[in-house]
């Protein structure tokens, strides 16, 4: 049974960083990859990147480039986003979800991470 | 990276069928055959009923299938049922190792 446990909600600042993990279990880690996307409240989903810890690379949206950070620990099967500079419009539920492999479509998702930018 | 156009909303009567689009360009839907649509149910966590343009994950149910036409994808709901009433998600590769998600599309059972 493939799980993905995400990290509580994050309250932040304008212009501080957040790191959100996502703990995998029930597969081999190193296997799949991992994207990270975001919801803001009562919008759509925004992909932001995405991992393949295999290979050990990761590959971002263009609106995110600079300021994201997407890692992975084999050791602990946890996937992370980090995200900097944060400003109001970053307040969104942020989800990791697995994907099989190097396939595209995304067969697993944590729970969501609502993170909270206000000064 | 543009988002991919769905319209906002559809709406459909128990037992009918209804059609959502998803519209992208040559660069993402017209480019591959990796289009994926997803289930939302408020406040929760997105759930992939298609992906591979017309292929249905284990346990997904027949009443949900998927196509493509040039630069536009499409997801069809057939038998609407109650529990069918959610929001829908196209997303497509987009090239260099990325994913573009349409804007979403809420679905009303009348």
């Known amino acids: 049974q493939v799980q993905l446990v995400q990290s509580g909600t994050e309250v932040k600042t304008p212009g501080s960083s957040v790191k959100v993990s996502c703990k995998a279990s029930g597969g081999t880690f190193s296997s799949h990859s991992f994207s990270w996307v975001r919801q803001a409240p009562g919008q759509g989903l925004e992909w932001m990147g995405r991992i393949s810890p295999i290979f050990g690379t990761a590959n971002y949206a263009q609106k995110f480039q600079g300021r994201v950070t997407i890692t992975a620990d084999e050791l602990t099967s946890t996937a992370y986003l980090e995200l900097s500079s944060l400003r109001s419009e970053d307040t969104a539920v942020y989800y990791c979800?697995?994907?099989?492999?190097?396939?595209?479509?995304?067969?697993?998702w944590g729970q969501g991470t609502l993170v909270s930018v206000s000064s | 990276q543009s988002a991919l156009t769905q319209p906002r909303s559809v709406s459909g009567s128990p037992g009918q069928s209804v059609t959502i689009s998803c519209t992208g360009t040559?660069?993402?839907?017209?480019?591959?055959?990796?289009v994926s649509w997803y289930q939302q149910h408020p406040g929760k966590a997105p759930k992939l009923i298609i992906y591979?343009?017309?292929k249905r994950p284990s346990g997904v149910p027949g009443r949900f299938s998927g196509s493509k036409s040039g630069n536009t994808a499409s997801l069809t709901i057939s038998g609407l049922q109650a529990e069918d009433e959610a929001d829908y998600y196209c997303?497509?590769?987009?090239?260099?190792?990325?994913?573009?998600f349409g804007g979403g599309t809420k679905l009303t059972v009348l």
């Open positions: 040559s660069s993402d839907v017209g480019g591959y055959n990796y």
């Open positions: 997303c497509s590769y987009a090239g260099t190792y990325t994913l573009v």
């Open positions: 591979d343009v017309n």
């Open positions: 979800a697995r994907s099989y492999g190097g396939n595209w479509e995304c067969d697993y």
